[in-house]
């Protein structure tokens, strides 16, 4: 099975998903820029999560792009990734509006959590669609930058408990290590080309 409508309706849920969560951002009542502060932390959030979905919808692409063909193990694992990345915009909102307090950024980590472990189990389902020494199985290694981000969500949930924005803290950490593409696939992609 090809793979462009597997990439066309996942660009597609992803946009969505973005345009849900610029819609939660209202404009103020007032005129002055004090009118602004109360919408600060809405912004950070949504901020915030737009660097998420992006780095997913970035990673996304590489993933597929390293793709030659899909099944039904694969639509499956990128259904169960669409589906946690269409819960952001909701925790999103739940912690902005909430001014970033305990349980509604400990949800945002669980999200952040279950996007993470789906993009994971996408990865493998790929790895074995494609064999182990594809180009996807290849760039991918022993994902360290995976297994981190998964380390430091598990750190900030029970952590948003007892300090908030420490936990905060810990996905911007992670937003951090994702923010550059990760060329591991481009690399792989490029070096078999040349071969």
Request: hydrophobic letters at 55%; glycine letters at 6%; charged letters at 15%.
């Amino acid at each position: 099975m090809g793979k462009e409508r597997l990439e066309a309706f996942s660009d597609g849920v992803i946009a969505i998903i973005i345009t849900v969560m610029v819609l939660e951002l209202h404009v103020p009542a007032g005129t002055t820029l004090d009118a602004l502060v109360p919408i600060i932390p809405i912004f950070l959030s949504y901020v915030l999560s737009f660097v998420f979905v992006g780095i997913y919808w970035n990673n996304h692409h590489h993933l597929l792009r390293a793709a030659s063909r899909v099944n039904g193990v694969v639509l499956w694992a990128n259904l169960l990734l669409l589906f946690f990345l269409s819960l952001i915009p909701f925790v999103t909102g739940w912690m902005g509006e909430t001014q970033f307090q305990a349980t509604p950024v400990a949800l945002y980590g669980v999200i952040l959590w279950f996007s993470a472990v789906s993009y994971t189990l996408l990865v493998r389902a790929l790895i074995s669609n494609h064999g182990g020494d594809s180009v996807i199985a290849v760039a991918i290694g022993d994902d360290r930058k995976g297994k981190l981000s998964l380390a430091l969500y598990t750190i900030a949930i029970p952590l948003a408990f007892f300090i908030p924005l420490a936990a905060c803290a810990c996905y911007v950490i992670v937003a951090i290590i994702w923010f550059i593409p990760d060329q591991r696939i481009e690399r792989k992609i490029e070096q078999r080309a040349e071969e």
